[in-house]
T-cell receptor
């Protein structure tokens, strides 16, 4: 079945450094790749997304890149701040006969002041 | 708009009991889904629905039933609770749009403990 692998599971960076989280998906029919941020005790919230017809998307300090050939997509956070500390989830979705969101297992990001 | 609402926020059950987790959305979204979140396991899809009267299984459907009689409501039923169903449950909804699936909006979650 469909699968999304996410690495690393934990990531610690110094404030001001960059953070990169990587995901790999298995279903070549996947066409939408969102990233969600979940703060402790809160619900996941979308921070950025990308569709399969785009290679890169940027929104201020965050960016997402997609390599369809390798079935990889990555989240890049620059100039990290303490409020970026949270768990980040990637997901891949497909509309080829089914409509399923498959999530990665999450990355706990700690930004050290 | 209230967005996606879930009740209850917390629940403790004994093994073998049944219960229904409620989920409602007021955004007229076609797509609704249920996830469970366990430490280190991410969000795992239990069941989903692409519209009223249509439901399908996700990754971990065993022990759960759903129905979708209206666009707004998507209840999740635990038939006979087991300790392995201790988890945080999230309901989510989104519209389908012309490009397929879109941003999901999550409810606040239900923390369920089965003793």
């Amino acid at each position: 079945g469909e699968n999304v692998e996410q690495h690393p599971s934990t990531l610690s960076v110094q404030e001001g450094d960059s953070a990169v989280i990587k995901c790999t998906y298995s279903d070549s029919a996947s066409n939408y790749f969102p990233w969600y941020k979940q703060e402790l005790g809160k619900r996941p919230q979308l921070i950025i997304d990308i569709r399969s017809n785009v290679g890169e998307k940027k929104d201020q300090r965050i960016a997402v890149t997609l390599n369809k050939t390798a079935k990889h997509f990555s989240l890049h956070i620059t100039e990290t701040q303490p409020e970026d500390s949270a768990v980040y989830f990637c997901a891949a979705t497909t509309t080829s006969g089914t409509y399923k969101y498959i999530f990665g297992t999450g990355t706990r990001l700690k930004v050290l002041a | 708009n209230a967005g996606v609402t879930q009740t209850p926020k917390f629940q403790v059950l004994k093994t073998g009991q049944s219960m229904t987790l409620q989920c409602a959305q007021d955004m007229n979204h076609e797509y609704m889904s249920w996830y469970r979140q366990d430490p280190g396991m991410g969000l795992r899809l239990i069941h989903y629905s692409v519209g009223a009267g249509i439901t399908d299984q996700g990754e971990v459907p065993n022990g759960y039933n759903v129905s979708r009689s209206t666009t707004e409501d998507f209840p999740l039923r635990l038939l006979s609770a087991a300790p392995s169903q201790t988890s945080v449950y999230f309901c989510a909804s989104n519209d389908l749009g012309t490009g397929g699936l879109n941003e999901q909006f999550f409810g606040p979650g239900t923390r369920l403990t089965v003793l």
